[in-house]
Each structure stands twice: as C-alpha cells, then as structure tokens.
C-alpha cells in the first residue's frame, strides 16, 4: 500500500498513448503530473489489445509496432519525471477546495490542480477464469498479457483460451518456450483461419500440445509458484499439466466504472468536451483521446496527440495563474536534458 500523500499539477487518468504523450506535453508547460492505469502495463489499447500489430499512420512513422511507439512515448515523457500509479483503476475523484483529489485501491492519494482523463473505452482488466485462489499466482506465475515475449524463454507454458491472443501467443511462444500446452473447451478456436493451421502443423509436430477440449480446473504450487495446472473435461474427467506459467485469455474487458459517476456530461459513453479546451462539463476536469466526444472527433491516436496538447494549454492557467503563457514551439524551448 502507497499511503504517502502526493501532490501534483495535473492528475492523468490512462497511460494510453494519450495519458504518456499528456504528460510531454503538460511538462513542456512546467507542470508535473501523476499517472494512473488500471493495467499493470503503460500503453492502453497499444500495449495490451495489439502490441505486434504495426500502426501506419503516425506522423513521421511510416510503419512502427504499437509496442513500439509506447516505449517512444514512455522515453518522450521521462525528461519530465512523471510518476506513475499502475495496476489499479482510479475509484475516487473529489473537490477538495480549489483541487482534485484521486485515490484508487491501492491505498494511492493524489492531489492535483487539475484531471485529465484519457481512459479510452474504460479501465482495462482481464475476464479472470473462476479458479481458486489465482489472485496469489497473479503477475508471478499467471499472466493476463505477455509483456516480453523472452520472459518465457524455457518455461513450461500453459495457455487457455480458444481466441486469436492464444493462438498467436501459442505460435510465438512455441519458438522459445520449453512446453506450449494449449488448453480450450471447443475442439474448434476461434482464430484467423492461416494461424490455426499453423497451430494444428505444430501440434502435429510435437511443437504444441493442444489440450481439447477441456477446461481449467484448478493450480498448484506455492507462494505464487506454479507447479501444475489441473485441467477438466466436460465429463469430470481430469488432467494435471505441470507448468511453470498460466496464460488465460479470455478477453480484456472494459469499465467505465466510477468514471459515470463523477457528474461529467456525456455523450453516448463519451465524455463531452469543449474541442477548443477539451475542458469537460466540471471546472478543471479535461478529456482527451478515445474517451472525449465532440462533434467531428475521430477516435485516432494522432488526434490524441493534439487534444493533448490543446488541454495542456487550457489548463496552464489553472496551474500557473497570473502567468502569462508565451507560445513557444519545442525547437525554441528544447526539453530537459537536451542540448
Ligand atoms: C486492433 C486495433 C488496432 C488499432 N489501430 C489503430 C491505428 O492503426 N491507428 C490509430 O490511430 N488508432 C488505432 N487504434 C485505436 C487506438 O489504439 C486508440 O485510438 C488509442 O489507443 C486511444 O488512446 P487513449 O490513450 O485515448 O486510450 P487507450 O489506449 O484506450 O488507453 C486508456 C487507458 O486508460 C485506462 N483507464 C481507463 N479508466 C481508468 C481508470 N478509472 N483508472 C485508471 N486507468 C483507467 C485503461 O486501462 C487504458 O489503459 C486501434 C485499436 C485497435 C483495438
């Protein structure tokens, strides 16, 4: 638990591409910030729906792997010194006299000037399969997402799922892996119909074991270390996969959670903004990327970008008032630690 009070300028809600490239562009105004996810991870839809998919339509990349452009985005706000607060969505948001408080479940206190919500369709969290006692393995030995694909070099895997996450993983981790057992309660997946002929070529070759049909069951193992993964099938009959790590996929889903409860205007689920501001419906409260609604908003990352930097402006007068804010562009004004 983080129960060190903080205080900051800006409180962003989302590590998506918007939150991070929020945090450039507050910084390039002498406002510091704090982040906060729901995910474990920085990057929002990039990092944990597509993360080897390649984006082509940022300015100046013609072709760059969502991953990818979060590490960019992730060094373009460090010079800035944001900190972050990940794996936890926001729950509260109150006025606390002239500025926000924030607090999520771990115990985490902000105090800011102002909140900019870039939470795109909602806090991200993973469908938990219902088995006992998983919240003990959870970032040890099981794993909603892979981060680095190189973290499961040799390990004995297991994953479940009958979608294209765990067929794709399936095929990726089957290069590098010890074991890729494949766990899914259809004899059919789920999947774009070229990667499940490869993954039936490898199971054909011994490079995958696909475990069908049945379903998890149970865990073994102790003090978060897997040992087995215990596995059913439709008619009670059991199995025990040894295993250092669990991969269940079964989808991310998104809340928008405590954010409709914040007295925002919204439009359809959006939160509805002012396009010259993206000031919300609540004095100091600003909202930028896929969650923001205005007439003609395009739900693009690059558009993001711009919204981020059109709230950082807006709200520079908040944080610094009585200063006069002289536009300067960043070949003018550098960033710190640039020469
Ligand atoms: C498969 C796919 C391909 C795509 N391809 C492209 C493309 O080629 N080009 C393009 O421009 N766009 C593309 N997009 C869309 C693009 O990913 C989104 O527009 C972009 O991610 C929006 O960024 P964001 O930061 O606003 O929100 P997100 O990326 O959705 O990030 C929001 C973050 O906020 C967090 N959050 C929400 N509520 C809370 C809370 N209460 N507390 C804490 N955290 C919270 C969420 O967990 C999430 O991590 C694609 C999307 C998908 C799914």
Not at 6 to 28: K, N, R, S, Y
Request: hydrophobic share 45%.
């Amino acid at each position: 638990m983080d129960t060190t009070p903080h205080q900051t300028d800006v409180a962003i809600i989302g590590a998506g591409p918007v939150g991070l490239f929020a945090v450039f562009e507050c910084g390039m105004l002498d406002m510091r910030c704090h982040v906060f996810d729901a995910l474990d991870i920085t990057g929002g839809q990039c990092a944990a729906l597509y993360p080897e998919k390649p984006i082509y339509d940022i300015p100046g990349y013609p072709r760059i792997d969502a991953r990818l452009l979060i590490d960019r985005l992730f060094e373009q706000a460090a010079p800035f010194a944001p900190t972050y607060h990940l794996g936890h969505a926001v729950s509260g948001l109150e006025r606390a006299g002239d500025r926000f408080v924030l607090t999520n479940a771990a115990g985490v206190r902000v105090t800011a000037t102002a909140v900019v919500i870039a939470a795109g369709g909602g806090a991200f969290g993973p469908n938990r399969p219902p088995l006992d006692g998983i919240e003990a393995f959870e970032g040890k030995s099981v794993f909603y997402l892979v981060r680095r694909r190189e973290d499961f070099r040799g390990k004995r895997v297991v994953i479940a799922g009958g979608g294209d996450s765990a067929v794709d993983w399936a095929l990726s981790l089957a290069e590098l892996a010890a074991s890729v057992m494949v766990v899914h309660r259809r004899a059919k997946f789920r999947a774009a119909p070229q990667s499940q002929n490869r993954l039936e070529e490898l199971a054909r070759v011994g490079a995958v074991e696909l475990v069908i049909p049945y379903q998890l069951g149970g865990l073994e193992g102790v003090d978060g270390r897997l040992d087995a993964v215990i596995v059913a099938d439709l008619a009670g009959k059991t199995r025990r996969l040894e295993a250092d790590c669990l991969l269940p996929f079964f989808g991310l889903a998104t809340q928008l959670g405590p954010l409709a409860d914040w007295d925002l205007a919204f439009d359809d689920s959006r939160i509805a903004v002012n396009p010259a501001t993206c000031a919300a419906s609540r004095a100091g409260i600003f909202a930028i990327g896929d969650i923001c609604a205005y007439p003609g908003k395009l739900k693009l990352i690059l558009t993001g970008f711009a919204e981020a930097a059109v709230a950082a402006h807006a709200i520079h007068p908040l944080v610094h008032p009585g200063e006069a804010l002289h536009f300067e562009y960043s070949t003018t004004r550098g960033v710190p630690g640039s020469e």
